[in-house]
């Protein structure tokens, strides 16, 4: 079956600009979690959805916001965006809230921010 | 902050055996120990998890000690296209989550 999709795959953008990112998970699959990665700070948990509804976040300031529709695909907007903010953006699929699934990754979206 | 603790780096010789260790002694009893591995700037990619037994997949297995407090992943024949970053994580059962460390670079040597 598919895989995680991200789009776009890479993007550029000015400071002070507004960014979407879009996921699709695995079909089937009801979670959604988003991940920041940098070369300084490694991987960063931003925060997951599972049926619409947000269920952890990590420590981001609200200018990271996201979403996830009724048919799993999530979004993740980041506003008044910061030369900082430059990174990987990954999404992974699960199959559910549980710890007990495993996380699937997408290929991420690298963006840049000038 | 992670919850784990690996070494930066390891070489490995192809062909052999490499042997990943992971110390998290802080592990709960409802936590889990997943690993992952990273090729160059692609997704995470899943390679196995556990909770207290051994575990054995296609890809690799998971020695996790008997007090939890640490587990070995092994790469039982290690290839060139094994050489990637390898992250041990430990996620709650309710916990969707990953608290990613620095992780271990492992390069396999031909």
């Known amino acids: 079956k598919a895989g995680v999709t991200q789009t776009p795959r890479y993007l550029i953008k000015t400071r002070g600009q507004q960014v979407t990112l879009s996921c699709s998970p695995i079909s089937g699959h009801r979670s959604v979690s988003w991940y920041q990665q940098t070369p300084g700070q490694g991987l960063q948990f931003l925060f997951e959805y599972f049926s619409e509804t947000q269920r952890n976040k990590g420590n981001f300031p609200g200018r990271f916001s996201g979403r996830q529709f009724s048919n799993s695909r999530s979004e993740m907007n980041v506003s008044t965006l910061e030369l900082g903010d430059s990174a990987l953006y990954l999404c992974?699929?699960?199959?559910?809230?549980?710890?007990?699934?495993?996380?699937?990754f997408g290929p991420g979206t690298r963006l840049t921010v000038t | 902050d992670a919850k784990t603790t690996q070494p930066t780096s390891m070489d490995c010789a192809e062909g052999r055996a490499a042997n990943l260790p992971c110390n998290h002694s802080?592990?709960?009893?409802?936590?889990?120990v997943y690993w992952y591995r990273q090729i160059h700037s692609q997704g995470p990619q899943y390679i196995i998890h556990?909770?207290?037994n051994n575990e054995t997949n296609e890809m690799a297995s998971l020695i996790i000690t008997e007090d939890r407090k640490s587990s070995t992943l092994i790469l039982p024949h290690a290839t060139l296209r094994d050489t990637a970053v390898y992250y041990c994580?430990?996620?709650?059962?309710?916990?969707?989550?990953?608290?990613f460390g620095a992780g271990t670079r492992l390069t396999v040597k031909p």
């Open positions: 994580i430990v996620r709650g059962y309710n916990n969707n989550d990953m608290r």
């Open positions: 992974a699929s699960i199959l559910g809230p549980s710890g007990v699934y495993e996380q699937y």
């Open positions: 802080t592990i709960s009893g409802n936590e889990y």
């Open positions: 556990g909770l207290k």
